[in-house]
């Protein structure tokens, strides 16, 4: 019991450590690079005190570290947190395990209030891994087991006071051998942990449309379905849009497919102009898919529109026959991607 007692306060109350992390200022940046240790929280508000940096200066930190003090990669997050600065892993540096954790508090400020700042460029290395106590052969198994518990607690404690951060994705990275590391890189990943991916991404495979098609079903599938993907397959009956014109064809027909007066009234408007009303979606780009969905069973809708744009991918499921309104849904820029494709 002593045992336990003493690492949870080795994790609660710091020790002094020679070897730190260091901090340094390039341009508009804050860099933190090498091993995250004890006191470094403190020296990093010391740091910001001493350059006279405070939350209404647009500092972005930038990390490159293996990781270190677990606790203490969770109060420099909360610094971030707190000071609305916001986080990047560049892509030649590496930010692993408690840097990880510290790198989950990026915060953007606003004018009125805050909102999600964790940035990644294609090809950083973001890795999480699970926690081990102790090297000690003399600590118990449901010792270990205890203070396991305890830790992960922390951390999710921790992740429940950032924003935009899925608990499921997190406890899955933190699920990982504490002897490996799991490098963030997947749609999934990205998604659930709130990061904004910036760089170029990989050429878009050539099934996008059922990628996104099939996100989107799942989103809207029963609850006692399983999977949908036998809704929306390779096999799927679709049709290829290559302009504005198609594209407001087939969207009068299966929105008003047996109302001749408004079907009249929506030709009369221009393609761009009936397209924007109905759609919102702005400069699509060509080509356009338009899959059939199996209906059934709780699912009522019979095509899905795959539209990708400048800065999203868009779906719209449309129901023939109905005066439901067109369901329409962005899926960002990785909605071209399988959930857990590997984008580097």
């Known amino acids: 019991m002593i045992k336990i007692n003493f690492l949870i306060l080795f994790l609660i109350f710091p020790i002094l450590n020679a070897f730190a992390a260091s901090f340094r200022i390039v341009g508009n940046e804050i860099l933190i690079y090498g091993s995250i240790e004890s006191d470094d929280a403190s020296r990093f508000e010391s740091f910001l005190n001493n350059n006279r940096i405070d939350e209404f200066q647009n500092y972005l930190i930038s990390f490159n570290s293996n990781g270190g003090n677990l606790y203490e990669g969770m109060l420099i997050g909360n610094i971030l947190r707190e000071k609305g600065f916001e986080s990047i892993v560049k892509e030649t540096n590496v930010c692993y395990s408690a840097c990880a954790i ?84 997947t749609p999934k990943e990205i998604l659930g942990l709130g990061i904004k991916l910036i760089g170029t991404l990989p050429q878009t495979p050539q099934s996008w449309a059922n990628i996104a098609c099939t996100r989107e079903v799942e989103l809207r599938k029963p609850q006692t379905e399983s999977t949908p993907t036998w809704r929306i397959n390779k096999d799927s009956n679709s049709q290829t849009i290559y302009s504005l014109n198609q594209f407001h064809i087939y969207l009068i027909n299966d929105i008003f497919p047996n109302d001749d007066q408004v079907r009249e009234i929506m030709n009369e408007l221009t393609s761009s102009d009936f397209i924007d009303i109905m759609t919102g979606i702005y400069s699509p780009k060509f080509p356009i898919k338009r899959i059939a969905i199996q209906r059934g069973a709780g699912m009522y809708y019979d095509y899905c529109y795959a539209i990708q744009t400048s800065y999203s991918t868009y779906t719209i499921l449309v129901e023939i026959s109905s005066n439901r309104k067109p369901l329409i849904n962005s899926h960002g820029k990785l909605g071209v991607f399988a959930d857990n494709a590997t984008l580097w």
């Open 102 to 185: 510290a790198f989950l508090g990026g915060t953007k400020k606003y004018v009125t209030n805050t909102g999600i700042g964790r940035n990644l460029e294609v090809g950083g290395k973001l890795g999480f891994h699970g926690y081990s106590v102790s090297n000690d052969s003399v600590i118990l198994f449901n010792e270990a087991i205890q203070i396991s518990r305890i830790m992960n607690a922390m951390i999710l404690q921790y992740a429940l006071e950032m924003e935009g951060i899925d608990i499921k994705i997190l406890l899955e990275l933190l699920s990982v051998n504490p002897s490996s590391i799991k490098i963030v890189k």
